[in-house]
């Protein structure tokens, strides 16, 4: 498979964005590994090597095949060559650039007696409630403005950005260093197959690093993994990430968000990340029309 622009990432040129990269593994292992009956409850990709804009492929097998359970993993591979194939021979000049482990579980009633749950009331992510034409992939985000961004724009006459009640697609409004949130749309991983309800929500969940990783200066941290958690899965072409947690020390962040679609929660992403200052991202200096609009 060769990489379109589409999945090219900010980082550094010629490289591929983190989306893409789970996209793709998402939709090889459910294609090779999945069956009837069971549905994936958890991906975990380990991104140990940056993937590069050159022929990709994937390489999986099962490690476990039971009655209530099956585990897959499968490796996406990348090589200089144009004569590659998703083969079990591995070329001389081919590079494993991640690593994903999949656990499908048989679907079935659940038990017995009741549990706590998070209350309605407890939610803050809200959807966005002004329509949005099918011709307008344009991701939509929100943030919590701290209070003391708020006070410093107030002495100042300006903003520091939006609040949960103000969805927008201009991603410099809301670099400040409150809880963020995302409503997107996420593209299939292959062009011209569609993405199945797993693949929308892997590619939307790898949206954890940028919800929780992203401060009043840009995004500096860069996530080295992704684990996607899932009750079920979720329903429609839109999907929301929202913050739930931010831990960091010592140039290493953990961070925890909640999956949405428009019924409510149905999943969780976590990330762990590395600094990666020296590359930081900063949002309010750059424009992403163009990419959404080929896409």
Not at 180 to 200: N, Q, Y
Not at 272 to 285: G, H
């Amino acid at each position: 498979m060769t990489p379109t622009s589409y999945a090219l990432s900010l980082w550094a040129p010629g490289t591929l964005n983190g989306p893409a990269v789970c996209a793709l593994a998402a939709h090889r292992v459910e294609q090779q590994f999945g069956e009837d009956g069971f549905r994936p409850a958890r991906l975990t990709i380990d991104m140990f090597k940056v993937a590069r804009e050159v022929p990709t492929f994937t390489r999986g097998r099962l490690v476990r095949a039971g009655r209530r359970i099956r585990v897959a993993e499968l490796d996406v591979v990348q090589s200089e060559s144009p004569n590659i194939s998703d083969s079990d021979t591995a070329g001389a000049d081919e590079v494993v650039v991640a690593r994903a482990t999949t656990v499908f579980l048989r679907t079935s009633a659940n038990p017995p007696g009741t549990r706590w749950q998070r209350p309605d009331e407890a939610v803050t992510f809200r959807p966005p409630t002004d329509p949005i034409p099918d011709t307008d992939l344009m991701s939509r985000f929100s943030s919590d403005a701290p209070d003391r961004d708020a006070a410093d724009a107030s002495e100042s006459g300006g903003t520091t950005g939006a609040s949960n009640s103000a969805w927008n697609t201009d991603m410099g409004a809301h670099q400040n260093g409150g809880r963020k949130r995302l409503w997107s749309h996420p593209l299939p991983a292959i062009d011209g197959e569609p993405a199945t309800s797993f693949v929308k929500a892997v590619t939307a969940a790898e949206s954890t690093s940028l919800v929780t990783n992203w401060g009043s200066s840009g995004i500096g941290f860069i996530n080295c993994d992704l684990s996607v958690e899932l009750a079920r899965l979720p329903q429609g072409d839109w999907m929301g990430v929202e913050a739930d947690s931010h831990l960091e020390s010592d140039g290493i962040s953990i961070g925890t968000a909640g999956l949405f679609d428009s019924h409510g929660m149905f999943g969780m992403g976590i990330v762990t990340a590395v600094n990666n200052a020296a590359a930081e991202i900063d949002f309010t200096s750059i424009d992403l029309t163009d990419r959404y609009r080929e896409a």
